[in-house]
């Protein structure tokens, strides 16, 4: 059964940084990973899609990678904002390759 | 990407009583999915809607307390019958568009007191 880990739990950083957020999956047996963010009481934006077949995909200031061999995928956000401020969370399609497991998500702060 | 829409966008319920949440997308889709998000947690999937069929729930969730119905390929509801407390959440719907990328509606408070 796929389970999805994200670390750290939250992350606090003045602007202008460059920071990384970790995902860890179970199941390497996964044909894509996504990552979304999510705004306060709000629903889900996905930011990016990699396939199996990539290792890395970006989308203007975001990068992430997957490793299927080691299990990990990471997000790396290249001069944070205070408008980055949300929850980032990573999912793995679950066993049946249909619907998405969650990891319970990296809230950044970004102070100006 | 698909655009989808769920009404209501929130609700505060009494205990026992039930509230169906509808969910529109603007394009036909093959696959679509309820995710439950409890206050500070993540997302964990109620059931797949199946257009046609019955839907199929996760372990942990039953068809009486969450009726869906998937009447065509753009429209779903999710009902969460005999409320209580601890079905205060977010409620999700999502859909599967193309091969793999999914796409997931603003949400549905749900405040049962």
């Known amino acids: 059964k796929q389970e999805v880990t994200q670390i750290p739990a939250a992350l606090s950083v003045p602007e202008g940084e460059n920071l990384v957020l970790n995902c860890s999956f179970t199941?390497?047996?996964?044909?894509?990973l996504q990552w979304f963010r999510q705004d306060p009481g709000k629903g889900l934006t996905s930011l990016l899609l990699i396939q199996s077949s990539q290792r890395e995909q970006t989308s203007g200031r975001l990068n992430a990678s997957l490793d299927k061999s080691s299990g990990r995928s990471t997000l790396y956000i290249a001069a944070s904002q205070p408008g980055d401020s949300a929850t980032y969370l990573c999912?793995?399609?679950?066993?049946?390759?249909?619907?998405?497991?969650f990891g319970k998500g990296t809230t950044l702060s970004v102070s100006s | 990407s698909a655009v989808i829409s769920q009404k209501p966008s929130r609700d505060i319920c009494q205990r026992g009583t039930s509230l169906t949440i509808q969910c529109q997308v603007d394009s036909q889709v093959t696959m679509m999915f309820w995710y439950r998000q409890q206050p500070g947690q993540s997302l964990t999937l109620i059931a797949t809607a199946n257009q046609g069929s019955e839907a199929t729930y996760e372990s942990g969730f039953v068809i009486d307390k969450f009726p869906i119905s998937r009447p065509n390929l753009t429209f779903s509801t999710l009902t969460v019958s005999n409320m209580s407390p601890e079905d205060s959440s977010i409620y999700l719907c999502?859909?599967?568009?193309?091969?793999?990328?999914?796409?997931f509606g603003p949400g549905t408070r749900l405040t049962v007191t």
């Open positions: 999912a793995a399609p679950n066993q049946a390759g249909t619907a998405l497991i």
């Open positions: 999502s859909v599967r568009q193309g091969e793999y990328e999914q796409y």
């Open positions: 199941d390497s047996a996964i044909y894509n």
